[in-house]
Structures are given as structure tokens and as C-alpha cells.
């Protein structure tokens, strides 16, 4: 283990567990319905696929969110409960699509209500629907494509179940493993440095060289291609709690004429110094402006006229003297 870097303390209180268990069941008996009237009035591949990342971010969000007011500080822990909360969630999922299915099949006459009653005593029926919609399918791929069945339902139902579990576990995780200061027992403040500095290669040296306390390399840049952004981690009033992420920034071209930034992480969460803190605030506190070409032609010019008037001023001062030695000869 690398003192050198954060390091979760693994604490996680029963209750606050306990209400994040509860609290994403809930986001999810919430929004599972939103979820199964998308994919059920759009049935296409497509908006099935955004509306399956959205549900599975948005549980995710209220996971990520319970784990910050619970001071929950195990990552291991918060990953499983919450890959788990995402299991449930995508159980629910089907019951209301049953629900829904059922509804739509009898034309009211079983009420969504009824379904979801129906299914949750007896999930044989779940799994009845399933082998039916592996065999007839039930949404296509675009306008002119046939409904996909079998082996490729199958697939998209797997990933599907995937997404809205390991996205929750994702999110969640990391959270957790924010620096966090378990003298004043609250969560250290993110804050991106306005300046930015020079880019730094993600070499073996340069991270050692980082680790060991060495921030020469870190000198400020206007360079907008390509740079290193810089986060400080802290708890102000705890000195052991000052952490610092550096991230490589590249800009680089993207479709229809557009621009993208790739990042990769150089160092997360690095301990560091008050005064190293302090220092790096102070040298990166506001963003250097470029100094362009023209800028510098215009301080030039400006430089020869205020020349040329200092000459000028001295040979109007010359002038004056001679003209009043001329008056005391007369």
C-alpha cells in the first residue's frame, strides 16, 4: 500500500448502507416505470439502448449521492451493495415490463397494477414472457429491420442487465474513494486551479520525481492544445488532508470540425503539503494570457515612439538652456 496517495479508511456504518440500499430501490421503483413507457411507445434498438444508459446513470447518481451523505468510506463495500441495488433494479425493470405488456396485450382489461401484482407472485410468468419474446421479438433495428430475436435478444439483454448494474457500482465506487478527512469526518473539497501548467509526459520518471515532492516540472503554460490540468483535494483546516491529480490534456480534432480533449490521469489523489498547496494556489491562480505576435510588434512600435519622444523632450530642453545663456551674455 502507497502512503503516498489517499487512502480509503473502509468504514461504512450499517445505517448508512442500510439507507442506500433502501434509497436506490426507491430511485428505482421510481424511474423503472419511466424506463419500460420508453422502450414499450419507442421500440427501437436505439432509444432502447440511450434510455438503458440513462436509468443505469440515474441510479447510479442516487447511489453515488447516498454514499456521500452516509460518509460511506469503503469502496469495496459500496461497489458490491451497489452492484447488487442494480441486480434488483433490473429484476424490477422486467416486472413492470410485464406489467406493461400485459396491459397492452389485453387491451386494459389487466390492469399495470394487476401485472405488477401478477408478477411479483408468480415470476414463472417473467420467464414465460422472455422465451416469447426470444422467439417473436419485440423492437427492431431501424425502420426497415426485423425484429431481433433469439441469440441477439439474448446478447442485448445481457448487456442491458450489465449496464444498469455496473454502472451504480461505478459511480458509487468512486465516490468512496474521494480523499476525506476522518479527523473533521467530512469530504475534502475539489478544486480546479484557474492556471493551467505545461504538459507532462506520463513517464516512470516523472511520476517518481512527483512522488518524491519535486513540482519543478509544473510550470505555467497558455498553451490550449495541449497542458496539465491541475485539482487540489483538501480539508483546509486538516493538514494531513491535501491531496493533489494531475491530468494530461490534448486537444485534438473531433467530427464535423469540432474539437475533443483526450485526458489521462498522471497522478490521483497524491498527498502533498499545506504550503505546497498554498504555493501551487498562488502559481496557478489565474490564467496566463498568450502574447501574440502582433502584441508584441505593437509594444515594440510603442517603445520606438516613446523613444523618440524622449529624444525630442531633450532636444527641446537643450534648446531652452542655449536660449537662456544667450540672454544672461546679454
Not at 389487466?110 to 419485440?138: C, D, F, K, W
Not at 430475436?149 to 474521494?178: D, H, N
Not at 486551479?193 to 512527483?210: D, F, H, P, S, V
Not at 491562480?285 to 523613444?307: K, L, M
Request: hydrophobic fraction near 45%.
Amino acid at each position: 500500500m502507497n502512503q503516498k496517495y489517499y487512502q480509503a479508511s473502509g468504514r461504512a456504518s450499517f445505517a448508512g448502507m442500510l439507507t442506500m440500499i433502501i434509497g436506490g430501490l426507491i430511485v428505482a421503483l421510481v424511474t423503472s416505470p419511466v424506463y419500460i413507457v420508453i422502450v414499450q411507445k419507442i421500440p427501437s434498438a436505439y432509444i432502447s439502448a440511450f434510455a438503458t444508459v440513462g436509468y443505469g446513470f440515474l441510479i447510479g447518481l442516487a447511489m453515488s449521492f447516498l454514499a456521500e451523505k452516509g460518509h460511506l468510506r469503503s469502496p469495496k463495500k459500496i461497489m458490491t451493495l451497489s452492484f447488487l441495488v442494480g441486480l434488483m433494479a433490473t429484476c424490477l425493470q422486467w416486472v413492470f415490463f410485464y406489467a406493461f405488456m400485459m396491459n397492452d396485450a389485453t387491451d386494459g382489461e389487466v390492469s399495470i397494477a394487476a401485472g405488477y401484482r401478477e408478477a411479483l407472485t408468480n415470476p414463472q410468468n417473467i420467464v414465460e414472457l422472455m422465451r416469447y419474446l426470444l422467439e417473436n421479438g419485440h423492437w427492431s433495428l431501424g425502420r426497415n429491420g426485423g425484429n431481433v430475436t433469439g441469440v441477439a435478444l439474448a446478447f442485448v439483454w445481457v448487456v442491458e442487465a450489465a449496464i444498469i448494474s455496473i454502472a451504480p457500482a461505478y459511480l458509487a465506487r468512486g465516490q468512496a474513494r474521494k480523499p476525506y478527512s476522518e479527523t473533521y469526518q467530512r469530504w475534502a473539497v475539489k478544486t480546479v486551479l484557474a492556471g493551467q501548467a505545461a504538459l507532462i509526459e506520463k513517464t516512470k520518471e516523472n511520476k517518481l520525481a512527483l512522488e518524491a515532492g519535486d513540482f519543478s516540472m509544473l510550470k505555467p503554460s497558455a498553451d490550449k492544445a495541449a497542458f496539465t490540468r491541475i485539482q487540489l483535494w483538501e480539508v483546509e483546516e486538516d493538514d494531513s488532508c491535501h491531496y493533489l491529480t494531475l491530468i494530461t490534456v490534448k486537444v485534438v480534432p473531433a467530427k464535423k470540425g469540432k474539437t475533443e480533449e483526450k485526458t489521462t490521469e498522471l497522478v490521483e489523489y497524491l498527498q502533498i503539503s499545506p504550503e505546497c498547496a498554498k504555493e501551487l494556489k498562488e502559481r496557478f491562480a489565474t490564467q496566463i494570457i498568450a502574447e501574440t505576435s502582433e502584441t508584441s510588434e505593437e509594444d515594440g512600435d510603442a517603445e520606438e515612439a516613446a523613444g523618440d519622444d524622449s529624444e525630442a523632450a531633450e532636444d527641446a530642453e537643450e534648446s531652452a538652456g542655449d536660449q537662456e545663456l544667450a540672454k544672461q551674455e546679454k
